[in-house]
């Protein structure tokens, strides 16, 4: 006779099945085929037989449930309580747990088909090298969920409460993660492809070495994000609060920071293409070595940002609070500033080419040893304005009002000052062309 697994077995020899039987299960069509399975007996007796079509509305389910290199199909535990289920080289489908309390649950080598886990309280749910795809887990609290060497197709989460989770060596195809509080997620070695994450909370998410493609966080708090050695490609962040986030080694492909408040912003040797910052509160934004393409910062406030070795490729900053604005050997092409508050803003061994302020006012604008090419200040108020040996070609002031602006052994190439009222304009061991 065939067995449940569609295997040949001796019907003179006993039933494998020898485990407790002291719990019962709702559904009684456990492999989804008309007859479902029936347990009885206990102890040594525990035996698993096939009921006959419609049969009754409840099964008894063992403790310590253990199905090895099984095939399920339309598995369904309703309302069940799983003590140490292990399901050991195993294809998965359409596996469903509503309702349940998974303690221990572990899944080795598995293949996981549209598997769902409704409003479920899991507790170390072990998956180790499966493959899961359109594995749905909606309102569930997920305690230290280990995923190691998986793919992922599909796997989304719903108003989940994730604790401890991690991701090792794992290729994500649209992950989606929907109003989640994710407390520790850490996601090593990984490639993540169109990873979605919807008005979640995270709390040290760490992404060591992998290479990202079209992240979005949409309406998040973001505590202590790390991405080391990371590649990201249209990295999307709206509306989203940071506190620590820690960018180090990265090559970031259109970054967009959409109303979005950035504590300690940290970018270290990263290279910025298309990052774009819009309406946001920046509080010590950090970019070290970094390579910046395009940097668009448009309505922001900005509190000590700091550039060091870096080359700038047309960073536009429009209506924007600078604060302690630092910009250290670095290489700026077109820098446009329109309509900005200028705090403190260092440049320190700069190329500044065609770098624009317009409608701005400036305090305590430094440029020590820069070459300044097409400096255009348009209807502005500088404030102890200083640059020390400089050359600057085709230095414009419309309209502007400047206090104390001293130039120190500069050579000036085409300055003009157009309807200005200048106050103090000191010109030191200066040559005037």
Not at 168 to 175: A, D, H, I, K
Not at 293 to 318: F, G, M, V
Request: aromatic residues 10%; negative net charge.
């Amino acid at each position: 006779m065939y067995n449940y697994l569609g295997a040949w077995r001796d019907p003179r020899q006993p039933h494998p099945w020898r485990r407790e039987c002291p719990n019962r299960l709702a559904h009684p069509y456990l492999l989804g085929r008309p007859g479902g399975l029936r347990v009885s007996g206990s102890g040594a007796g525990c035996r698993l037989s096939q009921w006959p079509a419609g049969g009754p509305d409840a099964l008894e389910l063992p403790g310590e449930l253990q199905l090895h290199s099984a095939t399920l199909y339309k598995l369904q535990l309703n309302s069940a309580t799983l003590y140490e289920l292990q399901v050991h080289p195993a294809t998965l489908y359409e596996l469903q747990l509503h309702s349940a309390t998974l303690n221990e649950l572990q899944v080795h080598s598995a293949t996981l088909h549209e598997r769902q886990l409704h409003s479920a309280n899991l507790f170390e749910l072990l998956l180790h090298s499966p493959t899961l795809y359109g594995l749905q887990r909606h309102s569930a609290a997920l305690y230290e969920l280990l995923l190691h060497s998986t793919t992922l197709y599909e796997l989304q989460l719903h108003s989940a409460t994730l604790y401890k989770v991690q991701l090792n060596s794992v290729t994500f195809s649209e992950l989606q993660l929907h109003s989640a509080a994710l407390y520790k997620l850490q996601v090593h070695p990984a490639t993540l492809y169109e990873l979605q994450l919807h008005s979640p909370t995270l709390y040290g998410l760490q992404r060591h070495s992998a290479a990202l493609y079209e992240l979005l966080l949409h309406s998040t708090t973001l505590y202590e994000l790390q991405l080391h050695s990371a590649t990201l490609y249209k990295v999307q962040l709206n509306s989203v609060t940071f506190s620590e986030l820690q960018l180090h080694s990265a090559a970031l492909y259109k970054l967009q920071v959409h109303p979005a408040t950035l504590y300690e912003l940290q970018l270290h040797s990263a290279t910025l293409y298309g990052m774009q910052l819009h309406s946001a509160t920046l509080y010590k934004l950090q970019l070290h070595s970094a390579t910046l393409y395009e940097l668009q910062l448009y309505s922001a406030t900005l509190y000590e940002l700091q550039l060091h070795s870096a080359t700038s490729h047309e960073p536009k900053l429009h209506s924007a609070t600078l604060y302690e604005l630092q910009l250290h050997s670095t290489m700026l092409y077109e820098v446009p500033l329109h309509s900005t508050t200028l705090y403190e803003l260092h440049q320190h061994s700069a190329t500044l080419y065609e770098l624009h302020l317009h409608s701005a006012t400036s305090y305590e604008l430094w440029m020590h040893s820069a070459t300044l090419y097409e400096l255009q200040l348009h209807s502005a108020t500088l404030h102890e304005l200083q640059v020390y040996f400089a050359t600057l070609y085709e230095l414009q002031l419309h309209c502007a009002t400047l206090h104390e602006l001293h130039l120190h052994s500069a050579t000036f190439y085409g300055l003009k000052l157009h309807s200005a009222t200048l106050y103090q304009l000191q010109v030191y061991s200066a040559t005037l062309y």
